[in-house]
């Protein structure tokens, strides 16, 4: 088949290249080129690159115009395959090929609709999400259902590694739902059932609030191991008034009396742990604002991080 691809994130290239082994890539579309990093060095998208390096025609956007719509006409696709594009995509785009676009979506439509659907069951501590595959339509993810596929979110999940599977498993559902529109035997199912939602999540959205239960810090902790992480503003000692960013923790029982954002105890050569709402935080990793990584004890050790001492 004739395939147009929209994508951006990095993701988006793992896709491409799996369609690439099977199918004609008529065109990319992706975003313009933007800064990036302290240097604001400029960068293409992934698949800007993959696309140049096998000589496939691309297509970068700011906004859609009429001249864009009747460039993508032009290719006569019999698909659009869309993952991690970034953008909303007009009907003028998503009805010019064949079969129309379809959309991978790293949930179990209608759950978790929007931008960031692996973060959010994460902090929501679910046990199960999915991959789903859908045509587009004029609404956000609301689209008929070509195919689904349920992943298991393990206890020590983090967005890294539930990523990571879900990028399998989405590969697999696209490749399917390929094969299905080739085959012209397919029908897309309404979307049942009452729909949730998620934002775009903000840095300070990390933020630690040390008085809810530490199941649900792990959780946040979990949903923004990759951005923008966890983090805390040290109340006491020489680091006061600093950032401090959690890079691993777990959840241990607590039944003290001790108050929430205190540190409860400093364990030689592990970490530190510090009370919340219900049970406490063993925080074995950290990051110091403006520093590099280290073990939470070598912290503790260097700033003078003692038991009784708190968090904000």
Same mark, same amino acid.
């Given at each position: 088949?004739?395939?147009?691809?929209?994508?951006?994130?990095?993701?988006?290239?793992?896709? $491409?290249?799996?369609?690439?082994?099977?199918?004609?890539?008529?065109?990319?579309?992706?975003?313009?080129?933007?800064?990036?990093?302290?240097?604001?060095?400029?960068?293409?998208?992934?698949?800007?690159?993959?696309?140049?390096?096998?000589? #496939?025609?691309?297509?970068?956007?700011?906004?859609?115009?009429?001249?864009?719509? !009747?460039?993508?006409?032009?290719?006569?696709?019999?698909?659009?395959?869309?993952?991690?594009?970034?953008?909303?995509?007009?009907?003028?785009?998503?009805?010019?090929? *064949?079969?129309?676009?379809?959309?991978?979506?790293?949930?179990?439509?209608?759950?978790?609709?929007?931008?960031?659907?692996? +973060?959010?069951?994460? #902090?929501?501590?679910?046990?199960?999400?999915?991959?789903?595959?859908?045509?587009?339509?004029?609404? $956000?993810?609301?689209?008929?259902? $070509?195919? +689904?596929?349920?992943?298991?979110?393990?206890?020590?999940?983090?967005?890294?590694?539930?990523?990571?599977?879900?990028?399998? %498993?989405?590969?697999?559902?696209?490749? *399917?739902?390929?094969?299905?529109?080739?085959?012209?035997?397919?029908?897309?199912?309404? +979307?049942?059932?009452?729909?949730?939602? %998620?934002?775009?999540?903000?840095?300070?959205?990390?933020?630690?609030?040390?008085?809810?239960?530490? !199941?649900?810090?792990?959780? $946040?902790?979990?949903?923004?191991?990759?951005?923008?992480?966890?983090?805390? #503003?040290?109340?006491?000692?020489?680091?006061?008034?600093?950032?401090?960013?959690?890079?691993?923790?777990?959840?241990?029982?607590?039944?003290?009396?001790?108050?929430?954002?205190?540190?409860?105890?400093?364990?030689?050569?592990?970490?530190?742990?510090?009370?919340?709402?219900?049970?406490?935080?063993?925080?074995?990793?950290?990051?110091?604002?403006? *520093?590099?990584?280290?073990?939470?004890?070598?912290?503790?050790?260097?700033?003078?991080?003692?038991?009784?001492?708190?968090?904000?």
């Amino acid at each position: 088949m004739k395939i147009i691809f929209f994508g951006t994130a990095e993701i988006s290239k793992y896709f $491409l290249e799996n369609i690439d082994k099977k199918h004609d890539i008529a065109c990319v579309v992706t975003m313009c080129d933007k800064p990036v990093g302290r240097n604001n060095r400029i960068k293409a998208p992934a698949v800007k690159q993959y696309a140049a390096e096998k000589n #496939i025609p691309y297509i970068q956007i700011d906004k859609f115009t009429d001249d864009t719509a !009747e460039k993508i006409k032009s290719f006569n696709a019999d698909a659009g395959a869309v993952v991690s594009f970034g953008k909303i995509i007009p009907e003028k785009i998503f009805t010019a090929p *064949k079969y129309g676009c379809f959309n991978i979506h790293f949930s179990l439509l209608p759950e978790y609709r929007g931008a960031s659907p692996v +973060q959010q069951a994460l #902090i929501d501590g679910k046990k199960q999400t999915g991959v789903t595959s859908f045509f587009i339509e004029k609404g $956000l993810d609301t689209g008929d259902i $070509l195919m +689904q596929k349920t992943v298991d979110i393990e206890a020590e999940d983090t967005a890294e590694t539930l990523f990571n599977k879900l990028n399998v %498993c989405g590969v697999d559902v696209m490749n *399917k739902t390929l094969d299905l529109l080739e085959s012209g035997n397919f029908t897309a199912q309404p +979307q049942k059932g009452e729909p949730s939602f %998620c934002k775009i999540f903000k840095k300070e959205d990390g933020k630690i609030d040390w008085s809810r239960p530490a !199941e649900d810090i792990y959780n $946040l902790y979990r949903g923004f191991y990759i951005w923008p992480k966890v983090f805390s #503003i040290i109340n006491n000692g020489r680091m006061k008034g600093k950032m401090l960013k959690i890079m691993k923790c777990g959840v241990i029982e607590d039944t003290s009396n001790a108050p929430c954002a205190a540190v409860t105890e400093v364990i030689k050569g592990r970490g530190f742990i510090v009370k919340c709402g219900k049970d406490a935080l063993f925080i074995t990793e950290v990051q110091p604002e403006s *520093k590099a990584k280290m073990s939470a004890y070598d912290f503790a050790n260097g700033a003078g991080l003692k038991k009784g001492e708190a968090f904000f």
